[in-house]
């Protein structure tokens, strides 16, 4: 019976220490997840902090881009004015230098009215003038007569034979310089020149400004 009690004893130390090898190894794992999750918990919220940086970096540039578009829109409409304002101070400006160069044909040499009492002055008359000289015409400057002898009008005659619309289509052309200018009166002017009939001229040329009729 000794035996028997001793033999249980040690059956039930074997017991014990076996439960312990089993303990031990499932402690650590234990451990071992916890502190695994942990980490793995940390790099969440780490990543989650990051994400939420990044959509507040990507609103705030969203913003400033839409911001950009205004101001690029803004921009562009200002310079489409600025264009357009300055198309009209050429038009305007070549025009201007059309009536400054007919009121320099019609003044002395220091830029005065001429008068026929000075023997020393020759009068500048539109009836010396050379039928290729298309400067005479009231609005027309020294571009716009390039212009219109690149296209084949050479000379007063062949300017009265042109319709306002096929001059207005010539001027369009050539460039938002050109495209204000009233070329209404020019073939009445050059049929005028054509035929000598001067004093007519410069009466009609009188009523004018700038090359158009007042009204």
Not at 68 to 83: C, D, G, I, P, R
Not at 168 to 183: I, K, N, S, T
């Amino acid at each position: 019976m000794l035996t028997g009690i001793i033999f249980l004893h040690i059956h039930t130390s074997c017991l014990h220490l076996l439960l312990l090898a089993c303990l031990v190894p499932l402690l650590l794992g234990l451990l071992l997840f916890w502190v695994l999750r942990q980490r793995l918990q940390q790099k969440v919220r780490s990543l989650e902090a990051e994400n939420t940086k990044h959509h507040e970096n990507w609103t705030r540039a969203e913003t400033e881009l839409a911001g950009l578009k205004y101001k690029l829109e803004v921009s562009v409409k200002e310079l489409e004015q600025a264009k357009a304002a300055l198309r009209t101070s050429e038009s305007d400006l070549m025009i201007l230098r059309g009536r400054l160069e007919q009121a320099q044909k019609r003044s002395g040499p220091e830029g005065g009215p001429v008068s026929n009492a000075d023997p020393e002055i020759t009068p500048v008359s539109h009836e010396t003038a050379r039928p290729d000289d298309l400067k005479i015409i009231e609005g027309i400057g020294p571009k716009v007569e390039q212009l219109l002898k690149e296209a084949g009008i050479a000379n007063w005659a062949e300017l009265a034979a042109q319709d306002t619309k096929s001059l207005q289509g010539l001027l369009e052309a050539a460039g938002p310089a050109f495209r204000m200018m009233d070329p209404a009166t020019w073939p009445e002017q050059a049929l005028l020149a054509a035929e000598g009939r001067w004093e007519a001229f410069r009466a009609l040329q009188d009523a004018l400004k700038g090359g158009r009729k007042e009204d």
